[in-house]
């Protein structure tokens, strides 16, 4: 299967352009959608839902028409929106055969088979009487991805999963999200590089609407190769001294120790070290620049 969106364009009537003619075709396996708050990841994930209208641009899943053929896309869809709502006095069990009434799963034995097994590959079996409203963040998005995955869904999307998420919880929450069938397209949209980097083949990095870069994480590394270096600054003056002279690409705290990063295609100087380059490198570089990106 392949989704295939075409100059989706959308501005919001406080005249927002959340979409700028932005293009983009995502094949099977796990696309990572990646980018800041306010690139309109959302807008792009709720438009490929059926949930809201674009201003122009169409998509298309296969040879069905995403924007016209709405009743069929949500009968291919499973969607863990990024503001995930449950009622907190119902059961996950309880809440997932709802849900599966709904999507139309009738017959209750079936349906029982689906729902325990969905239960057990999101590890909730044994909380799956408790109520929804006791359930902590991690088992939440869990839950989500068990309702996302009802009715054997051909495309899944999963807005910002990970947020909010600690350690533990967003571990548990990635392996489950690496484990969905390779025969579906998986769009995980995210502003948390680490969460691409497990588990995505492909990613865009989006900002402003628009897709800034396009590629295989590894292709889009190796266009940094030696080019990163590192120093450790001491003072305010001198953090200020290297943002001057060069193209820093971020800067962080490190045991107490302020670390600066910075793109250089020719060796910066003795102070700075060439450091292995990583895909937060891109990132940071890349929502940085105006298009074209850093890779083109
Ligand atoms: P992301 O999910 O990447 O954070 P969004 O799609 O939520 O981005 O938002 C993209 C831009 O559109 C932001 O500037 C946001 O404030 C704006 N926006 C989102 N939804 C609305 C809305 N319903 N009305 C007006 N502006 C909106
Ligand atoms: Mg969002």
């Known amino acids: 299967m392949a989704l295939r969106i075409s100059n989706l364009s959308k501005t919001y009537s406080n ?10 075709t995502i094949g099977n396996n796990m696309f990572g959608l990646l980018g800041p708050n306010g690139a309109g990841k959302s807008t792009l994930m709720r438009t490929i839902a059926t949930l809201q209208e674009p201003d122009t ?29 449950v009622y907190p006095r119902m ?32 590890n909730l079996w044994d909380s799956r009487k408790k109520n929804l409203g006791t359930y902590s963040g991690g088992m939440k998005q869990r839950f ?20 909010g998420l600690d350690p533990a919880e967003r571990n548990r929450f990635l392996n489950l999200l ?18 691409v980097r497990e588990l995505c083949p492909r990613m865009a990095v989006i900002a402003g609407g628009q ?46 120790r302020h670390e600066v990063r910075i793109y250089s295609e020719t060796d910066p100087g003795a102070e700075f070290v060439p450091v292995e380059q990583n895909l ?8 940085k620049q105006p298009k074209p990106s850093v890779a083109a």
């Open 15 to 24: 005249g927002v352009k959340a979409l700028q003619n932005l293009s983009l």
């Open 57 to 85: 641009g169409e998509i298309f899943l296969d040879d069905l028409n995403v924007l016209k053929e709405k009743d069929k896309v949500r009968a291919l869809l499973g969607y863990l929106p990024q503001e995930f709502g």
């Open 91 to 122: 059961s996950a069990s309880d809440m997932l055969h709802h849900l599966g009434v709904m999507k139309g799963i009738t017959n209750a034995g079936e349906r029982k088979e689906i729902v325990d097994a969905l239960l057990q590959q999101t």
């Open 144 to 163: 989500g991805i068990a309702q996302a995955l009802l009715a054997n869904p051909k495309l899944i999307i999963v807005d910002e999963p990970t947020a």
């Open 178 to 195: 690496g484990s969905i069938g390779q025969n579906t397209v998986v769009i995980l949209s995210t502003h948390i590089v680490g969460d």
């Open 211 to 256: 897709v800034l870069l396009e590629g295989a994480p590894a292709e889009t590394l190796e266009t940094l190769h030696g080019r990163i270096f590192s120093k450790i600054v001491a003072s305010q003056a001198e953090m200020t001294a290297v943002g001057e002279g060069h193209t820093v690409v971020s800067t962080q705290l490190t045991g107490g």
């Open 280 to 287: 937060e490198d891109v990132y940071f570089l890349t929502i």
